[in-house]
């Protein structure tokens, strides 16, 4: 039986610009070996598209918690999302 898949948009507040939580999430999401993007937002919070293994997107939710040193992750705030088909690459836009 093939392993179930996921997407999810996340939302990610607190201290997270200007620490390197993009860069952060793009290795913590090419560990976990997920598809989707990562940007900063104007309003000082960091969104994020997920999409992989439910396993996979479960661990990364965890994570966002955590972030590089020097964050101060205050709420992460996840929806179900459409698949984009990424074909598992994880990038930084802008």
Request: no cysteine; hydrophobic share 35%; glycine share 10%.
């Amino acid at each position: 039986m093939p392993e179930e898949h996921q997407a999810k948009m996340v939302r990610i507040s607190g201290r997270v610009q200007g620490v390197s939580y993009r860069v952060w999430t793009r290795m913590e999401a090419r560990k976990l070996g997920l598809g989707g993007w990562v940007r900063n937002e104007p309003d000082g919070s960091v969104l994020a598209f997920i999409e992989g293994p439910d396993n996979a997107v479960s661990s990364m939710l965890d994570r966002f918690w955590q972030g590089p040193p020097g964050a101060s992750v205050k709420d992460v705030v996840s929806e179900i999302a459409e698949p984009e088909n990424l074909s598992g690459e994880f990038r930084i836009t802008s």
